[in-house]
Each structure stands twice: as C-alpha cells, then as structure tokens.
C-alpha cells in the first residue's frame, strides 16, 4: 500500500521536506537570536545611560562625534543663549507637551542646541521661560541629532515660525544664521521650573520596530515548519486512501450513456418496430388524450 513512496514524485516531496525543515528552524532561531541580542543592547544602553549620569562632565568638543559610546556622557559647555525654539508633539510619562529648545552660542562660533526643559499642552511661547541672560555655563547628556520620522520624532512640516519638528544641525542650520553643532543637550535639571528630559538611548539600541519584526519573523519561520508537516500528512493520507481504493476495485465513477436512437444490426431503430409503436398490424397507434378528427 505504501509503494507509491518510492515513486520518483514522492521521493521529490520527501527530499523537499527533510530540507525545508531545518532551514525553516535555522532561520527562525537566527531571527529569535536578532531579537535577544536588540533586547541585550537595549538594556545595556539604559545601563549606560544610568551610569554616565555618575561620571564627571567633560568639554563638548571631547565627546564629539556623537557615538553609541559618547550618546548619554556628561558634557558642559560655556557660551550665551540665543534663539529659542519649541519642538512640538514630545509626550513624557505619556502626556503630551513639547521641548523648549534654546540654542547657546559659544566661543568656537558654533551654537549647541540645549533642551532646557518640558512643559505640557500644545506649544505656547508664552508660556516658555526666557532663557538666562549673560554667558553660563550648561551640564546635562549629550544626544545625537533626531532624524524626522524615527524613534517617535514627527516628521511633519509647515509648523509656526519659532518651532521645529528634529533637533538637528540639518533643521536647524535653516532657521538661525549660524553653525550648529551636530548634537545637541539635554539640562540635568529643567531649567526655570519646567521638567527636564530624560536622556534616550543611542538609535539602533531600543526595542523599535526592526527588534519586533525579528520577533515577527521568528514565529513565521516556525509557522512554516507546521504547514510543511500538516501538508505532508495531507498528502500521504489522500495517496493511501486512493491505494485502498484500488486494492478494492474501486475506481471514479463513469457516467453510464444510453442512446436510444441506434440501430441494430439489420438497420432496424432498437425499442419498436418500424411502423412506431403499433399493435403489430402495422397501423399506427393513436396517442392517448389525441381526439380524432370528425369524420
């Protein structure tokens, strides 16, 4: 019952199965190994964050470029504040508000952008707190430039005048009349009352939506082994019932055609007699229900 196995058909589907499956379990465990390692660097990133808050604050121009070992270290830099702007759609302990932004011009001619606190409801420069005047001197994280779009930063544009969607050089190299640094800093301590922000992890090391489309993926590769096995078992049942079938002298059923109108040997139409359907005296028969004429 179970030759057909060794047909070459078969033994097509059975190689296809012993190799989909490995691949399959292969491929899922590397998308759950992608996974596990996203989630490692992120916990590493706060722990590296957390850490760099203790550590003693050092000059900007030291920390930059901005990298995933420079994201979050103490820097301090000296210079006057200049223009301030709002960044809008910013949400801390899920309420929504936004930044205020202040750029501090320094002596390298540069200006670093400081985010001196937060303060909930839509954007109001009224409500924002006018920077210090005179030269201080700033201590907070340092961060690298937003990109617009990721990492929950809104990308949309036409916003007012004195407001700004990123904080980046690239946004805001259009909006004041000077260099900006490539970075910006977020105050230990918010500024004139207004909450301070949170330093973020480094980009690439939070649980965004590449980590959880590994995780996606993983259960895909591991549905794909299930479906392979039911198809499998699918297949051989159907063959196994048509070899019973055919062991029983069971085959498909086949339409049985009579036709009435062929001859016999001798030329004569089978099922009466050439005359119709008379009483054998060679007159035709009247049909039942048919008056005849008057004569």
């Given at each position: 019952m179970y030759r057909f196995l060794l047909t070459p058909r078969w033994w097509a589907i059975n190689v296809f199965l012993l190799l989909?499956?490995?691949?399959?379990?292969?491929?899922?465990?590397?998308?759950?190994?992608?996974?596990?390692?996203?989630?490692?660097?992120h916990r590493e990133a706060e722990a590296q964050v957390a850490e760099a808050k203790k550590e003693e604050a050092r000059p900007l121009d030291d920390l930059l470029p901005v990298t995933k070992a420079t994201s979050g270290k103490q820097a301090t830099a000296t210079g006057r504040y200049d223009?301030?702007?709002?960044?809008?759609?910013?949400?801390?302990?899920?309420?929504?508000?936004?930044?205020?932004?202040?750029?501090?011009?320094?002596?390298?001619?540069?200006?670093?952008?400081?985010?001196?606190?937060?303060?909930?409801?839509?954007?109001?420069?009224?409500?924002?707190?006018?920077?210090?005047?005179?030269?201080?001197?700033?201590?907070?994280?340092?961060?690298?430039?937003?990109?617009?779009?990721?990492?929950?930063?809104?990308?949309?544009?036409?916003?007012?005048?004195?407001?700004?969607?990123?904080?980046?050089?690239?946004?805001?190299?259009?909006l004041v009349p000077y260099d900006v640094y490539d970075a910006w800093v977020t105050l230990n301590s918010g500024d004139s009352g207004m909450r301070a922000v949170p330093a973020s992890a480094p980009g690439g090391t939070g649980l965004d939506l590449k980590a959880f489309q590994n995780l996606g993926y993983t259960a895909e590769w591991f549905a794909f082994v299930g479906f392979v096995i039911f198809m499998w078992f699918r297949l051989l049942r159907?063959?196994?019932?048509?070899?019973?079938?055919?062991?029983?002298?069971?085959?498909?059923?086949?339409?049985?055609?009579?036709?009435?109108?062929?001859?016999?040997?001798?030329?004569k139409p089978q099922g009466g007699t050439p005359e119709g359907d008379g009483d054998g005296d060679g007159a035709p028969r009247q049909a039942t229900g048919v008056s005849s004429p008057v004569q």
């Open positions: 989909s499956i490995p691949f399959c379990v292969f491929m899922g465990s590397w998308q759950l190994g992608r996974f596990e390692d996203r989630v490692d660097n223009t301030q702007l709002l960044v809008p759609d910013r949400t801390l302990d899920d309420k929504d508000g936004y930044y205020v932004l202040t750029l501090l011009r320094t002596d390298t001619g540069r200006a670093l952008p400081v985010v001196r606190g937060w303060l909930p409801g839509a954007p109001d420069p009224a409500k924002a707190p006018a920077p210090p005047a005179g030269e201080v001197t700033v201590t907070g994280a340092l961060q690298a430039s937003e990109t617009p779009g990721s990492n929950g930063v809104s990308a949309r544009s036409g916003l007012p005048e004195g407001q700004t969607a990123a904080i980046s050089a690239a946004s805001l190299v259009n159907r063959e196994v019932e048509l070899a019973r079938d055919a062991e029983l002298g069971l085959g498909p059923d086949t339409d049985t055609v009579t036709d009435m109108g062929t001859a016999d040997e001798g030329g």
